[in-house]
């Protein structure tokens, strides 16, 4: 694949997930079926929330932000992989090098954080139900999705600040298919500890929500276990089961990647980087309403009316 000859000098070079062509071919196919199942099982359940009445509720709408967030979050990457791939090209402009990463931290702080919020709305509906109405009002509601994003943009903009003002000497190459933070301190020939140390406070940020997620679930299985239903336990274990197993997947891929020196960094990286870039937006959706039965009888209704009209 050509890498600079059409590119100008100012372009970086995406080198992709492996930098191997067939492995490149692999993950392009990959991607192209990741994405528009990502956009069509996000949207649907979107659309499903909207349209039934039954689903106008906080668990409801904090699932509807979630599938929008992910929407926004694959969109930063994956259609620059698959263009650049069918243009048999490799380039991206610094400004889209920075918007992208703009884009991938604030969007992947919200993810984290309306996760965290799911987790609590959970977690009030089951240990304290009689209060669950007042708790989460129509109004905090709000406030926790207005306050996820306004973490998300205001962990994102001095990263993107900081980066801005870095030189790149010549290095332009990105060992990943995206112009990722670590990546790019890599690159630079500045002085760099300043913002590896943000970069480790960022990661902290964005990691603050999974403590109240294990808070959360720790709540709602004491409270499960407290009445003992052999079938409200094994429910509650199947449900949040899945739900932890994506969260962990979400965190642990994100930690295992920034939370460690940079010099560690290599281009196998990238390929874990495809976990929660490309895996957990494509798997929310399925994990958070597949299981459930409201959700399910929304989405047939959905149909039905499509059909008929
Ligand atoms: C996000 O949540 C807010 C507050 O609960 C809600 O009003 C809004 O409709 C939700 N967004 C989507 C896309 O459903």
Same mark, same amino acid.
């Given at each position: ?56 509720? /906080?668990?409801?709408? =904090?699932? &509807?932000? +979630? !599938? @929008? ?11 620059? %992989? ?75 903009? /001095?990263?993107?600040? =900081?980066? &801005?003002? +870095? !030189? @790149? ?11 990722? %933070? ?79 020196? =940079? ?47």
């Amino acid at each position: 694949m050509r890498e600079d000859n059409q590119s100008s000098n100012m372009d970086f070079i995406l080198l992709g997930v492996t930098g191997q062509q067939e492995q490149e071919d692999f993950f392009f196919i990959l991607f192209l079926f990741i994405y528009p199942i990502t956009l069509i099982g996000n949207l649907l359940i979107i659309l499903a929330i909207r349209s039934d009445i039954r689903l106008h509720n /906080p668990m409801y709408f =904090l699932l &509807a932000n +979630l !599938s @929008f967030v992910d929407i926004c979050f694959s969109s930063v990457t994956l259609p620059k %992989m698959l263009t650049n791939h069918l243009l048999d090209t490799k380039a991206i402009s610094f400004e889209g090098c920075l918007t992208q990463m703009y884009f991938m931290i604030g969007m992947a702080n919200i993810d984290s954080y309306i996760l965290a919020a799911m987790a609590y709305d959970r977690a009030v509906a089951i240990s304290r139900p009689l209060h669950y109405t007042t708790i989460m009002s129509p109004l905090f509601c709000v406030l926790l999705v207005v306050g996820s994003w306004v973490v998300g943009n205001a962990n994102a903009l /001095p990263h993107t600040l =900081l980066t &801005a003002q +870095l !030189s @790149f000497c010549g290095n332009q190459r990105v060992v990943n298919f995206y112009c990722d %933070m670590a990546s790019l301190f890599k690159l630079s020939c500045s002085e760099i500890s300043f913002n590896v140390k943000m970069m480790y406070l960022g990661v902290g940020v964005f990691s603050l929500p999974l403590l109240c997620i294990i808070i959360s679930y720790v709540r709602v299985f004491s409270t499960v276990l407290r009445v003992p239903s052999t079938k409200g336990v094994f429910k509650a274990f199947s449900t949040c089961g899945s739900h932890l197993t994506v969260v962990s997947l979400y965190y642990g891929t994100v930690m295992g990647m920034y939370f460690r020196p =940079l010099t560690s960094y290599s281009l196998k990286d990238a390929v874990i980087t495809v976990m929660y870039i490309a895996v957990t937006p494509m798997l929310n959706p399925f994990v958070y309403s597949l299981r459930n039965r409201d959700m399910k009888a929304a989405l047939g209704k959905l149909f039905s009316k499509r059909i008929s009209s």
